[in-house]
């Protein structure tokens, strides 16, 4: 924006939402949202464009094969049922979020900012392990995502 060069500070990253985005993400894919997943065909013809995974590349009737990183019908129930009546936290430290668990139509809804933070802080190394394949759950969480936040969250408050 030309009024940048004006300002103190011309941009402002907000990790929070950053990080909502990135999770919202995430769970769509994973269980393959209409509209909203990230795997589609046009990744898919990426993959095949730029990547050697022949597991994920569309094959000669058009079809894409599902990949590992989805979750099953009953592992969504689970993953739902879970959070909705075993996840627990102490009082102000977040909230419910049982209540942002659609069980009927197997959705999250109403997750806020913190909420996904906490989510993808407290849930997320553990809650999929034995829901998707090793390799998946490990990168999920792994150290890789607690790094980039960090240098999103440090590179925000000292600059």
Avoid at 114 to 131: G, K, N, S, W
Avoid at 132 to 137: E, F, I, K, P, T
Wanted: proline letters at 3%; charged letters at 25%; aromatic letters at 10%.
């Amino acid at each position: 924006m030309s009024y940048w060069k004006d300002l103190n500070l011309g941009h402002n990253i907000d990790v929070m939402h950053i990080e909502k985005n990135f999770l919202d993400n995430i769970m769509n894919t994973l269980m393959s949202v209409k509209g909203k997943s990230k795997d589609n065909i046009m990744s898919r013809l990426d993959i095949e464009n730029f990547c050697s995974w022949p597991d994920l590349h569309i094959d000669s009737k058009g079809k894409a094969p599902i990949p590992a990183y989805t979750l099953t019908e009953e592992a969504k129930k689970i993953l739902f049922q879970c959070v909705k009546y075993e996840v627990k936290f102490s009082d102000g430290y977040s909230s419910e979020l049982a209540s942002c668990v659609d069980l009927e139509n197997e959705k999250f809804s109403g997750m806020k900012s913190h909420d996904c933070h906490v989510f993808m802080e407290r849930l997320l190394p553990f809650i999929f392990a034995e829901l998707l394949d090793r390799n998946v759950h490990l990168a999920l969480s792994g150290t890789i995502l607690t790094i980039l936040f960090a240098k999103l969250f440090l590179s925000n408050h000292l600059t």
